[in-house]
């Protein structure tokens, strides 16, 4: 395994350039960053190790169409751009850990919820180091996503992302000031 570390400064150099794509042009994904990617995806930290997800890549053609479709809310113009992507990425929930699970309770936390968000933004972060773009979306039809892809009626299909090479370029990122979401010592 690569030994090699990037700098604080890259690090944030790239989480600046990590953004939501919703175009994507007509280029294959090379095998070995889609593999860099869903590994990236797999080493993702989670709740006493839990690794509550199973990635499924939707990439035979007719298929994909299937999903981006199932995706797509056209009266509200949702996902529109869906089917531009080569690749989609569908997160799938699997049952935690006892202890997570437990500990969750007792908390009122779903740390599977969690480590799914981590799990995702890790496969983004790596897509954009591999300069592919991507976007996550949670809105889409649940029951049609679980019965295209066979995923077990007790699982849960939380997120999709779409995977490829953008079509437009870097925007710059709108937050909110510092001051606004940063404090020290209390709120």
């Given at each position: ?5 990037i700098?604080?400064?890259e690090m944030l ?6 953004q939501?794509d ?9 095998q070995?960053?889609?593999e860099r990617?869903?590994?990236?995806g797999?080493?993702?930290p989670?709740?006493c ?6 990635f ?10 299937e999903?981006s479709?199932a ?12 089917d ?8 799938v ?5 006892f202890?997570?699970r437990i500990?969750?309770s ?20 790596q ?6 773009g991507?976007c996550?979306?949670?809105w889409?039809?649940e ?8 995923i ?14 953008p079509?437009?370029?870097?925007r ?6 510092s001051?606004e979401?940063?404090?020290?010592n209390?709120?």
């Amino acid at each position: 395994m690569d030994k090699e570390r990037i700098s604080g400064k890259e690090m944030l150099n790239l989480i600046n350039k990590r953004q939501s794509d919703r175009g994507y042009i007509n280029k294959e994904v090379e095998q070995e960053k889609l593999e860099r990617i869903l590994e990236a995806g797999r080493l993702a930290p989670s709740a006493c190790n839990s690794q509550p997800w199973k990635f499924i890549v939707v990439n035979e053609p007719g298929l994909r169409t299937e999903v981006s479709r199932a995706a797509t809310a056209k009266e509200l113009g949702f996902n529109k751009f869906i089917d531009q992507a080569p690749i989609l990425i569908v997160i799938v929930r699997e049952k935690p850990n006892f202890v997570p699970r437990i500990g969750g309770s007792i908390k009122n936390k779903d740390y599977s919820i969690i480590d799914i968000g981590i799990a995702a933004e890790n496969i983004c972060l790596q897509a954009t180091a591999d300069e592919l773009g991507t976007c996550i979306l949670g809105w889409f039809n649940e029951k049609k996503v679980k019965q295209l892809l066979n995923i077990p009626e007790n699982k849960r299909a939380e997120l999709i992302i779409t995977l490829g090479y953008p079509s437009n370029p870097h925007r710059e990122k709108k937050r909110k000031k510092s001051l606004e979401v940063i404090s020290y010592n209390k709120y």
